[in-house]
């Protein structure tokens, strides 16, 4: 039998078009599982996904079965998702295995989007029974970190792409619809087999996978676009190669950030979803502005999810039986002691060269559902624009309007002498931010609800006192928390 991704798949395109054809994809699928989005997905529900969604045994029901939930059919079953041709291609590519007269799949098939991308299996536990390959050389499953990446990759036209890190190769298969070279590395030869698989069942002839540390391969070429998901676990010992990254979980990723200076092109962006290590008295930003070697670097900073120290111990602890787990919880707890996490912060984070002076912007998002880069883009446009110089007199001269419906919070202590806080969020965003607003921004707000010249503004605000001055800094600070557009 073929081992997995080392064979060219080539005449596998018919068994992929079959796939998408019953509806094989991100949106169908999480329809189909009853999930509002795929992050929701888990195999240790498959007893459920089994009774209560996939009971009919339709074609789309079999192929979640085969391909996500790790699971074998009857040849009779198979029958009803794929051809004789488009299952004897999948079986001398070695994607598909047979015990007996059982099918079952050699490694996971993960929608993304309208994509479809080949890796190993996330159940490493059901995976040891199907292929032996060491954890330290299996391939990255498409999780949550990697969709949340995929959607928050800003998306435009550019000559090129570099995904470190790449895994299956998710993130340079997206990019190969904007860019006109991409190029993927890993360090584990498995990883560049796989990318290159999929690269060729996707028929992309321009992009290539390279083997190697980092940016090793790449000498000191520049990209437009850098994309890493790599990997950040704070492990006490390092097992999984795809996840570890040492243990104060940054051996891998301080790497990446320091040679974005050299490598990312003018005008380009970097972009990586990691988690971080931290404590109350060490800043993120200040951390990476650190590793960026202070090179005249933007950096923001969406913090998706806060994991407590506690949490994330329980959550990565293995053991056999009661005594083994708690054991192993004590050893992961221990470690972030030992660095002095209280926490670890799921984030996202964006770089760019500076217009001007650098700066760091960090914000408490929601984790992006659907396409975020556009709203990344216009994150750093209207950072920039709110620290011109000649900000005020730009300000004067426009006209701005309210960017959409707003959600607005009011929260006071009962009994206690204090103002109450209000806090905004905007409908209609992938990574929603929330906002503390003031009693001037609340009624700039309902100014600017329709179009309204700048100038118009200050002559009501004048009526009432207020110096102009502080109007201004007002409407900065609504156009820097995204609640005001300039208007058309």
């Known amino acids: 039998m073929a081992a997995v991704f080392d064979v060219d798949p080539e005449d596998c395109s018919a068994a992929i078009l079959r796939l998408v054809e019953i509806g094989f994809s991100e949106a169908s699928v999480c329809r189909h599982l009853g999930l509002q989005d795929f992050s929701e997905f888990q195999w240790r529900a498959a007893a459920i996904y089994r009774q209560e969604q996939l009971a009919e045994g339709a074609p789309l029901d079999l192929a979640i079965e085969l391909f996500l939930l790790q699971?074998?059919?009857?040849?009779?079953?198979?029958?009803?998702?794929?051809?004789?041709?488009?299952?004897?291609?999948?079986?001398?590519?070695?994607?598909?295995?047979?015990?007996?007269?059982?099918?079952?799949?050699?490694?996971?098939?993960?929608?993304?989007?309208?994509?479809?991308?080949?890796?190993?299996?996330?159940?490493?536990?059901?995976?040891?029974?199907?292929?032996?390959?060491?954890?330290?050389?299996?391939?990255?499953?498409?999780?949550?970190?990697?969709?949340?990446?995929?959607?928050?990759?800003?998306?435009?036209?550019?000559e090129s792409m570099l995904d470190l890190c790449c895994g299956s190769g998710i993130h340079a298969l997206l990019a190969t619809r904007q860019a006109v070279c991409v190029t993927a590395v890993d360090i584990n030869p498995r990883a560049v087999r796989c990318t290159s698989f999929n690269a060729k069942l996707k028929g992309s002839k321009h992009l290539e996978a390279l083997l190697g540390d980092l940016y090793e391969p790449i000498g000191e070429r520049q990209f437009d676009l850098i994309t890493a998901n790599p990997p950040f676990v704070p492990a006490p010992a390092q097992e999984v190669g795809f996840r570890d990254g040492g243990s104060n979980g940054e051996a891998v990723q301080r790497r990446i950030v320091e040679g974005i200076p050299r490598h990312l092109a003018k005008g380009g962006i970097a972009q990586i979803?990691?988690?971080?290590?931290?404590?109350?008295?060490?800043?993120?930003?200040?951390?990476?502005?650190?590793?960026?070697?202070?090179?005249?670097?933007?950096?923001?900073?969406?913090?998706?999810?806060?994991?407590?120290?506690?949490?994330?111990?329980?959550?990565?602890?293995?053991?056999?039986?009661?005594?083994?787990?708690?054991?192993?919880?004590?050893?992961?707890?221990?470690?972030?002691?030992?660095?002095?996490?209280?926490?670890?912060?799921?984030?996202?984070?964006?770089?760019?060269?500076?217009?001007?002076?650098?700066?760091?912007?960090?914000?408490?998002?929601?984790?992006?559902?659907?396409?975020?880069?556009?709203?990344?883009?216009?994150?750093?446009?209207?950072?920039?624009?709110?620290?011109?110089?000649?900000?005020?007199?730009?300000?004067?001269?426009?006209?701005?309007?309210?960017?959409?419906?707003?959600?607005?919070?009011?929260?006071?202590?009962?009994?206690?002498?204090?103002?109450?806080?209000?806090?905004?969020?905007?409908?209609?965003?992938?990574?929603?931010?929330?906002?503390?607003?003031?009693?001037?921004?609340?009624?700039?707000?309902?100014?600017?609800?329709?179009?309204?010249?700048?100038?118009?503004?200050?002559?009501?605000?004048?009526?009432?006192?207020l110096p102009e001055e502080t109007v201004l800094d007002s409407i900065a600070s609504l156009l820097r928390k995204g609640f005001l557009r300039e208007a058309s």
Not at 355 to 372: G, I, K, L, Y
Request: proline share 4%; hydrophobic share 40%.
């Open 273 to 465: 979803v990691t988690e971080l290590g931290e404590s109350d008295s060490d800043r993120l930003e200040q951390r990476l502005r650190t590793w960026l070697g202070n090179a005249p670097i933007d950096v923001h900073v969406a913090r998706l999810r806060n994991h407590s120290a506690e949490a994330y111990a329980i959550g990565h602890a293995k053991g056999e039986d009661c005594g083994s787990f708690i054991e192993s919880v004590g050893r992961w707890a221990n470690n972030l002691k030992l660095h002095g996490y209280s926490r670890v912060v799921s984030v996202l984070l964006a770089f760019k060269w500076s217009h001007t002076s650098p700066w760091s912007r960090v914000d408490d998002a929601r984790p992006p559902t659907r396409e975020a880069g556009e709203e990344i883009a216009a994150l750093f446009e209207v950072e920039r624009f709110v620290r011109e110089p000649d900000l005020k007199v730009q300000l004067r001269a426009k006209s701005f309007v309210r960017t959409g419906p707003l959600a607005l919070f009011e929260a006071r202590t009962l009994g206690a002498p204090v103002a109450p806080k209000c806090v905004a969020r905007l409908f209609g965003l992938s990574m929603s931010v929330e906002h503390a607003l003031d009693q001037l921004e609340i009624d700039l707000l309902t100014e600017f609800e329709r179009s309204r010249a700048t100038r118009d503004v200050l002559t009501l605000t004048n009526q009432a006192n």
């Open 71 to 158: 699971g074998s059919l009857r040849e009779r079953q198979l029958d009803q998702v794929f051809g004789s041709a488009e299952k004897s291609a999948l079986l001398r590519c070695g994607i598909l295995g047979q015990k007996e007269n059982a099918f079952f799949a050699r490694a996971s098939l993960y929608p993304v989007g309208s994509e479809l991308v080949f890796s190993d299996h996330s159940n490493h536990e059901l995976d040891a029974t199907v292929v032996d390959i060491d954890l330290k050389d299996r391939v990255m499953y498409v999780g949550t970190d990697s969709r949340w990446l995929a959607r928050a990759t800003v998306r435009k036209p550019i």
